[in-house]
């Protein structure tokens, strides 16, 4: 069965760039988006964006200034990265497959488990 | 503000059914369906529904979603103190053309 495994830095200082990477194990890489969503202590989900195994993203128009979404489909893996980041910014970050029906192409049917992100000085 | 409104918080005792819902607009809910997640306290979301009414496998049968127009609802039956989660919707966005979710809606089984 499919499982996503993510890691990066837990702790920056405003200004810095947020880096993050999940890993795609027991299942193929292409035919799915990929996607991160974080969520702020306390609060709901943020969709940050979303990419597939040939490189084709969709951001929120809220990050996009701020987001880079990559794909290394040799090591299925995916990789985000925030810049500029603020206390704002401090949240639990999850990866997500994307998962399409024949109907639709925005459920996230796998997650990872989250990593915590503070950004502190 | 989410693009997705839900309330903040349902409750119900034990047995009973509880209805959620989801609002949201022509742009997203409207033309768009509609997933459900469940989050228990500290973990990662789990997708409960998708395409409105569809449940993954090993989702029993008491969670059930349907959509009308711009708003969705998911109704939970026969409640379970397991079933106390966090519960959010989810879609697609035409105008930002981006994902979006509902702010939550916190069960508590009383």
């Known amino acids: 069965q499919v499982q996503l495994q993510q890691w990066g830095a837990g702790l920056l200082k405003p200004s810095e760039t947020l880096s993050l990477t999940c890993a795609v194990y027991g299942e193929s890489f292409s035919g799915f988006y990929w996607s991160w969503i974080r969520q702020p202590p306390g609060k709901g989900l943020e969709w940050i964006g979303e990419i597939n195994h040939s490189g084709s993203t969709n951001f929120n128009p809220s990050l996009k200034s701020r987001v880079t979404i990559s794909v290394d489909a040799s090591k299925n893996q995916f990789s985000l990265k925030l810049s500029s980041v603020t206390a704002a910014d401090t949240a639990v970050y999850y990866c997500?497959?994307?998962?399409?029906?024949?109907?639709?192409?925005?459920?996230?049917?796998?997650w990872g488990k989250g990593t915590t992100v503070t950004v502190s000085s | 503000q989410s693009v997705l409104t839900q309330p903040p918080s349902v409750s119900a005792a034990p047995g009973q059914k509880v209805t959620i819902s989801c609002s949201g607009s022509s742009s997203n809910i409207g033309n768009n369906y509609v997933s459900w997640y469940q989050q228990l306290p500290g973990t990662a979301p789990k997708l409960l529904i998708y395409?409105?009414?569809k449940r993954p496998s090993g989702i029993p049968g008491r969670f059930s979603g349907s959509k009308s127009g711009t708003s969705a609802t998911l109704d939970i039956t026969g409640l379970q103190t397991g079933d106390e989660a966090d519960y959010y919707c989810g879609t697609w966005d035409n105008s930002l053309s981006a994902g979006v979710f509902g702010g939550g809606t916190k069960l508590t089984v009383l």
């Open positions: 997500a497959r994307v998962f399409c029906s024949t109907l639709s192409c925005s459920n996230m049917d796998v």
């Open positions: 395409d409105n009414n």
